[in-house]
């Protein structure tokens, strides 16, 4: 019940996160930002820079559909959050939501922003206020926080390089002249186009994290349950097949590593934790999870000696490195 009625509103707080993305045509949030060099030089007119922004990031957008396989894996929060709590619909809508109202606030406000920003700030004020002890913080810096922080140092550092390199070579001139226009207006070009590009799949990440994750997300929640009871054995089956199953359907899934990664995970953690208490036989294990790895590349699966050398023992370890 609780689903069907916060299923409209995640899409409504979506678009409304895509319209405040878009809004305010004076330059907060808008396409406007990336040609506000040619308005401000008087390159070109203030509705020229418009209309230049709006094609170009436009041609974005439009590449983004056909890109978006690597880059909506890009934008999602995968691993900062357990992937049950990732697919909850309440989780969704707050961090939509807390995007989307702080989005449109800035817009208000004149204050240039970033909707890549804005969803790790919702995807992690949505984790500390669902389940803090459950937030990765080290995921968080090294996936999300560290590249944020270390893409305006590297385009300094371009931009100054660049820049005496090209006064060193003598190819800028002393004053401006046709040549350097066309090249600022090609450039403003490319940075609406790259916007395009990358704001669509950061937007969108949210309703396909929606759709698959409320299909998948309640097998964890399962095995956590037969665990407690003290039903590790069944656990031990049961997470197999959940394996399976997951595997299966991510191979019939566009973009399944946005899901499928993360939650087999979990699922791997919770097999391992009942196999600590089940105590299978090992050998017959090692060859389900060689028949695994051979079916499927996860990491999961390639973490499995490692990660159970002290279930396996000697005779589980020997048959996993046995040829066939």
């Avoid at 418009?50 to 995968?78: D, E, I, N, Q, Y």
């Avoid at 399944?256 to 090992?282: I, N, T």
Wanted: aromatic content about 10%; charged content about 15%.
């Amino acid at each position: 019940m609780l689903a069907s009625v916060l299923e409209p509103l995640i899409i409504i707080a979506a678009l409304a996160l895509a319209y405040a993305n878009g809004a305010n045509a004076n330059g907060a949030n808008a396409n406007f930002k990336g040609v506000a060099s040619l308005f401000g030089s008087g390159t070109v007119g203030y509705w020229g820079a418009v209309k230049w922004a709006t094609v170009t990031t436009a041609a974005g957008c439009l590449v983004s559909v056909w890109a978006s396989g690597s880059l909506l894996a890009a934008f999602t929060g995968k691993g900062l959050v357990p992937s049950e709590l990732a697919a909850e619909p309440r989780f969704l809508f707050a961090v939509a939501a807390g995007a989307g109202l702080a989005n449109l606030a800035a817009t208000r406000l004149g204050f240039p922003v970033s909707t890549t920003h804005l969803l790790l700030g919702g995807l992690l004020g949505a984790g500390l206020g669902a389940r803090p002890e459950a937030v990765n913080f080290q995921r968080l810096w090294e996936t999300f926080v560290r590249p944020l922080l270390l893409a305006p140092v590297l385009a300094i550092a371009l931009g100054s390089a660049l820049y005496y390199g090209m006064r060193s070579l003598r190819w800028v001139p002393e004053a401006r002249n046709r040549t350097l226009d066309v090249l600022h207006f090609l450039s403003g070009g490319a940075v609406c186009f790259a916007r395009g590009l990358t704001e669509p799949p950061a937007v969108a990440t949210w309703r396909e994290s929606d759709a698959i994750g409320n299909q998948v997300a309640p097998i964890g929640s399962l095995l956590r349950h037969v665990l407690e009871e003290k039903h590790a054995a069944d656990a031990v089956g049961l997470a197999e097949y959940a394996l399976e199953r997951i595997a299966e359907l991510s191979m019939g899934t566009q973009d399944s590593e946005v899901w499928s990664v993360p939650l087999l995970d979990d699922v791997g953690e919770l097999h391992r934790k009942a196999c600590l208490e089940a105590r299978p036989d090992p050998v017959l294990l090692a060859r389900r999870w060689k028949r695994f790895r051979g079916r499927w590349s996860f990491p999961v699966f390639d973490r499995f000696p490692a990660a159970y050398e002290q279930i396996l023992g000697p005779d589980g370890l020997n048959e996993w490195q046995r040829r066939g």
